[in-house]
């Protein structure tokens, strides 16, 4: 059962109540991620996320982690592209206490200078550890190709540069203009009520600057022609990410484009796994992954591969991209995509973890909270022809963005097959 209130102050608060749980588990949620930074600010969503954990005027950093590893849970944290999230999970007779580390850590971190030194070199080395894994690499690249000179297509640790250009005041002042009780969502998923969540909040509530969730500048989504960005790195493996770019999550397509993905690449049965992995041995690891925005989104094939198998599974791939806007899947397969998708909801709907995410971002996406029910009723719906008709909108050359990191010096002769 989900509820959720919006105070007067305009924080939100939500519960997913599963009475049947042993535990709770609780995010605080703000609506701002790595797109609503300015080009000089970039990463100093991820920044502000590790440095809540550094200490707050009642607990040193140590103090916050045996707050509630003490008690038997865990903590941990996540920025993304439009949310940074800090969430515990522990026994539910600990809600309280969860809540009140978490708040604490929310509204009364320190940010000493000495700790933003630090902190700002162990974000370095995270960056260096992601350009050590080319399958990351190869993501950040895409990203900057598939929205070039916009936040969407920024990283989200930032860079180098904008960490170094980055002090308190900066961080501080971005923190008290966007961390505000419009932007801020606490959720509560487990063994709790949903008035025990509002009575348990309410003494944090008056805590929180008021304001308004920040608006992210739009994306540009203009492209003519495909586009391909090579890194030249020693490596075993080419990593590819062909990006296309798709919908919003406020789109209707997306339901179709959904299932889509999941005939496409999702699992072992998908059609890119078993064409390019078990029919020609080309690949280990072979799969796609959809991406929803608030006003756009991307489709996403990743692969590792022997580089001299490049040009070959390249065009396995296309193949089958061009083979989904031809002809309607077949019953059998809009059946299992289906069914894998709707079952894969009811799997995520066990856990109390899941359920909290789940509460976040359909609230923070759309100002509600959308039941399992009637998206597996929505997907029930989707026809072969719908799929075939987001195939044709989408899988286009001028959508078509691919990244590589590799051994070659060039990639020029793989852009003919992109077009």
């Not at 798709?246 to 179709?256: I, K, L, V």
């Not at 692969?303 to 989904?324: M, Q, S, V």
Request: proline content about 4%; charged content about 25%.
């Amino acid at each position: 059962m989900y509820q959720f209130t919006r105070l007067k102050n305009g924080l939100t608060v939500a519960t997913a109540e599963m009475p049947h749980m042993q535990s709770v588990s609780v995010g605080l949620w703000i609506g701002v991620g790595s797109r609503y930074e300015p080009a000089e600010l970039n990463g100093v969503c991820h920044f502000i996320e590790h440095l809540l954990f550094k200490g707050t005027k009642r607990r040193s950093a140590r103090e916050i982690s045996e707050a509630v590893e003490g008690i038997g849970g865990y903590l941990n944290a996540f920025t993304s592209e439009e949310a940074t999230c800090i969430h515990a999970r522990a026994s539910h007779d600990r809600f309280d206490e969860l809540l009140d580390v978490l708040m604490d850590m929310l509204l009364a971190s320190r940010f000493v200078p000495a700790d933003i030194g630090k902190e700002r070199e162990v974000i370095k080395e995270e960056m260096a550890m992601y350009l050590d894994e080319p399958q990351h690499q190869v993501q950040e690249l895409l990203n900057a190709t598939l929205w070039p000179e916009q936040p969407l297509g920024r990283p989200i640790t930032g860079t180098g540069r904008t960490l170094d250009a980055m002090g308190r005041e900066q961080i501080t002042r971005f923190l008290r203009n966007n961390y505000v009780s419009g932007s801020t969502l606490v959720v509560a998923a487990g063994r709790i009520t949903h008035r025990q969540a509002l009575r348990s909040v309410a003494p944090h509530a008056a805590r929180l600057p008021v304001g308004s969730r920040p608006q992210a500048l739009v994306a540009h989504n203009e492209q003519a022609s495909p586009r391909l960005r090579l890194i030249t790195k020693k490596t075993e493996q080419t990593q590819i990410a062909l990006g296309i770019r798709t919908c919003s999550r406020h789109d209707e397509r997306r339901y179709a484009l959904r299932l889509l993905n999941t005939i496409l690449g999702e699992n072992m049965s998908s059609r890119l796994f078993q064409v390019v992995r078990e029919d020609r041995g080309l690949a280990y690891s072979i799969y796609s992954s959809p991406s929803f925005f608030a006003d756009t989104g991307d489709l996403v094939v990743s692969a590792g591969l022997d580089t001299d198998n490049l040009p070959k599974a390249l065009r396995l791939i296309l193949r089958e991209l061009r083979r989904c806007t031809e002809s309607l899947p077949n019953a059998a397969e809009l059946r299992r995509a289906r069914d894998y998708v709707i079952g894969q909801i009811d799997l995520g709907s066990e856990s109390a973890d899941n359920q909290m995410n789940w509460v976040g971002e359909q609230i923070l996406g759309y100002s509600r909270v959308f039941s399992p029910a009637g998206i597996k009723r929505r997907l029930r719906e989707v026809t072969g022809g719908e799929i075939r008709a987001v195939a044709r909108d989408f899988f286009r050359p001028e959508r078509l963005n691919l990244a590589l990191v590799s051994p070659l010096k060039t990639a020029g002769h793989l852009a003919g097959l992109l077009r």
